[in-house]
C-alpha cells in the first residue's frame, strides 16, 4: 500500500469517526458508556482515580438522561449507581455512598418494572446499613423488595436484613426521630411564629425560632376509640412561645384540620398538626433565621373529604407522650413527575425571580443589583410562555418583595406547579469570571458550586455541607431525572442562543447544588444562572434589552423542548 493510499484511507476513517461521534444515537452511545465502565473495572489502576469514575458516571448518567424510554436505560442507570458505589470504595466519603443510594432509589423508582429495581433497593439498603449507618431507611428499602418484587432473586437476602433489623421498623422508630434536630440548648429559644401554605395535596408549615435548638418529632396514629385522626407532633425543648402565636390555627385544607400550640409541661411547647389525612410527610430545618420546615403531602387525585368541626384541643395531660415510642417513622416525599395532560387542561409554571426586597442580591460593578435584573427577566419569559404554549403564569414575586426561600417552593407546591423555574445572576470574587449554568438539587460536585449554593442561600460554606446530610434524607425516594434534563434543555438552549450573538458565551454545563430555594418543590425544579453580574462585561449586557430578549427566548426554547419530551403538550 502507498504512502498517499494510506492517507486517504486515514482521512476516511477519521471522517466516518467524526461522523458516527456526532450522529449521536442510542445505539452508539450506549455501548460506548457500557464499554467506558467495562474499562474501568478492568483496570485497577484506573480505579483509583476519582477523576475515571467521575467520568463514567457522567457518561452513564448522561445517556440514560438522553435516551430514558431505551431498554438499556435500567441497566445503565444501574451501572450508574454501582459506579457510586465503587467510588465511595475508593474515596470512603459518605456523600460518595449517599449519591450512590440516591441513583439506587433514583432507579428503582424510574424503572420500577425492570429486573433491576430490586437489584438497585437491596444495593441501596446495605450502603444504608454500611457506611451510612441509618438502619430505618436500609428497613425500608429491604421491605419494598419484599412487598413489591416478591418473584425477585434478592427477596431471600432482603427477609434475611429484615429479620435482622427488625427492631428498625416503623412500629419501632419514633424514639430515633427525637434526634432530628440538633443544637445548643443553652438559653430560651422562642417560638416566634407558625406560618402554612396549603392546597388540596400539599400543605407546608413553617415554625420560625430565634435560634437554633433541639426538636422532637413523631407521627401519632388515628385514635379509634377517641375518634381523633392522625397527628404530627413537634415538641421544642426549652422553647416559650411568643404572646402572637395564636393557641389554635384552622386549616382545613384536606389534608391538616388545624395546628395547635401548646404547653404540655415548663420549658417546652409542643405544636401539634392534626392531620386529616396523608400520603408522606417530611421535616428538615432551615437556618438564618432559624426554622423547621414541615411539608405534608396527599393525593392529588383524591378529593378533599368534607370538613367536620375542628377537632377539639387536647388537654396537656393527653395521651400523646405515652404514644410517642410506638408511633411510625416519617414517609419520605416523593417528586411529583406531571402525568400527560388531559386534553383542553392548562398547564402551570412558576417563575422566581431570585432575591428581592431588603435583599439586593448579588451587586455588580457599577451597582447593579441582581434583583432588579431577574424580576426583568421573569416579566420577559413569563410573557413568552403565556403567549407561546398558553400556559398560566405564576410569579413568586412581581415586585421588589422580600420573600423567605421556604416560601418560594411553598408557592409552587400550593399551586400545584408543573415546573418551577429560579432565576439569578451570578457572582464570583474573581471579576474575570463568565459564563451562564443551570443547576439542579443533588450534592455538589465541587467547590464551585457549592460557593454558588452559599451565596444564594446567603450562608456559609459549612452550613452547605450540614444542608447537604438533610438533602439526602429528603432526596431518598426522589426522582431526580426529571430536573436534570429541565436543566439540560435550558443550559443547551441558551448556549445555542445567546453564542450567536455575544461573543465569549461560556457554556459552564448543567451542574447540581443544594439549595434552599429548590428544597422540597415536588415538581421538576432549577435553577438558571444566566451571566456573572460581577464581570464587567457580563453586567453591562444584563442590562442590554437584546440580551435579556434573547435569554427569555432561550429558556422558553428549553422549557417547550422539555415539555414537548415529556409529553406536557404535543409537538406542532
Not at 484 to 489: K, P
Amino acid at each position: 500500500m502507498t504512502a498517499k493510499l494510506r492517507r486517504i484511507l486515514i482521512t476516511c476513517l477519521l471522517l466516518l469517526c467524526a461522523t458516527d461521534a456526532g450522529a449521536g444515537n442510542a445505539d452508539q452511545d450506549y455501548p460506548r458508556a457500557q464499554q467506558a465502565y467495562a474499562k474501568l473495572q478492568a483496570s485497577p489502576k484506573l480505579q483509583l482515580r476519582r477523576d475515571q469514575w467521575q467520568g463514567v458516571i457522567q457518561r452513564l448518567e448522561n445517556v440514560v438522561r438522553t435516551y430514558p424510554q431505551d431498554a438499556r436505560a435500567a441497566a445503565t442507570s444501574l451501572l450508574a449507581a454501582r459506579s457510586y458505589h465503587g467510588l465511595y470504595f475508593v474515596s470512603r466519603r459518605k456523600n460518595d455512598a449517599r449519591q450512590a443510594v440516591i441513583a439506587c432509589d433514583d432507579t428503582a423508582e424510574s424503572y420500577a418494572g425492570s429486573p433491576q429495581a430490586a437489584e438497585a433497593l437491596l444495593l441501596a439498603g446495605q450502603l444504608l446499613e454500611r457506611p451510612l449507618a441509618d438502619f430505618h431507611q436500609a428497613y425500608l428499602r429491604y421491605s419494598h423488595i419484599v412487598d413489591r418484587y416478591p418473584a425477585a432473586a434478592q427477596v431471600e437476602n432482603a427477609r434475611a436484613r429484615l429479620s435482622a433489623l427488625k427492631g428498625y421498623s416503623p412500629l419501632n422508630s419514633c424514639a430515633e426521630q427525637g434526634k432530628t434536630g440538633s443544637g445548643s440548648s443553652e438559653g430560651t429559644i422562642t417560638l416566634q411564629a407558625i406560618r402554612f401554605w396549603s392546597n388540596q395535596g400539599y400543605t407546608r408549615v413553617v415554625l420560625t425560632l430565634s435560634r437554633k435548638g433541639v426538636y422532637k418529632t413523631c407521627l401519632l396514629p388515628a385514635d379509634d376509640k377517641g375518634g381523633g385522626g392522625p397527628r404530627l407532633v413537634i415538641d421544642l425543648p426549652g422553647a416559650t412561645p411568643e404572646a402572637t402565636v395564636a393557641e389554635t390555627q384552622t386549616v382545613a385544607d384536606g389534608l391538616l384540620r388545624q395546628i395547635r400550640t401548646g404547653r404540655p409541661e415548663a420549658g417546652q411547647v409542643r405544636v401539634v398538626l392534626d392531620l386529616q389525612s396523608y400520603k408522606k410527610y417530611k421535616v428538615f430545618p432551615l437556618e438564618d433565621p432559624y426554622r423547621i420546615i414541615i411539608d405534608i403531602t396527599g393525593d392529588n387525585n383524591k378529593a378533599a373529604e368534607p370538613q367536620g368541626s375542628p377537632e377539639k384541643p387536647a388537654e396537656t395531660s393527653d395521651h400523646i407522650a405515652q404514644l410517642v415510642e410506638a408511633a411510625p417513622t416519617e414517609p419520605q416525599l416523593k417528586l411529583h413527575i406531571p402525568a400527560a395532560p388531559k386534553e383542553g387542561s392548562k398547564r402551570r409554571i412558576v417563575l422566581d425571580p431570585g432575591h428581592g426586597g431588603k435583599d439586593p442580591g448579588a451587586i455588580g460593578p457599577s451597582g447593579l443589583m441582581e434583583k432588579h435584573v431577574v424580576l426583568a427577566l421573569a416579566k420577559a419569559l413569563g410573557k413568552r410562555i403565556e403567549d407561546d404554549l398558553g400556559w398560566e403564569i405564576v410569579y413568586t414575586r412581581k415586585d421588589d418583595t422580600y420573600l423567605p426561600l421556604e416560601e418560594r417552593t411553598a408557592i409552587a407546591n400550593e399551586a400545584g406547579a408543573d415546573l418551577f423555574v429560579s432565576l439569578h445572576a451570578n457572582a464570583n470574587t474573581n471579576e474575570a469570571a463568565h459564563g451562564i449554568e443551570t443547576y439542579y438539587l443533588n450534592f455538589s460536585k465541587n467547590e464551585q458550586a457549592a460557593a454558588v449554593a452559599a451565596r444564594e442561600n446567603g450562608t456559609s460554606l459549612k452550613q452547605v455541607g450540614d444542608l447537604e446530610l438533610i438533602l439526602f434524607d429528603l432526596m431518598a425516594h426522589s426522582k431526580i431525572n426529571e430536573s436534570s434534563r429541565l436543566a439540560g434543555e435550558i443550559q443547551r438552549s441558551l448556549i445555542a442562543g445567546l453564542g450567536g450573538s455575544f461573543a465569549q458565551i461560556r457554556d459552564l454545563g448543567v451542574r447540581q447544588g443544594p439549595f434552599y430555594v429548590l428544597l422540597g418543590a415536588t415538581m421538576p425544579s432549577v435553577l438558571v444562572e444566566s451571566a456573572f453580574i460581577s464581570n464587567k462585561v457580563e453586567e453591562s449586557r444584563l442590562t442590554d434589552r437584546r440580551y435579556q430578549d434573547l435569554t427569555a427566548d432561550a429558556i422558553l426554547r428549553g422549557v417547550r423542548n422539555y415539555a414537548i419530551a415529556h409529553k406536557l403538550i404535543a409537538r406542532k
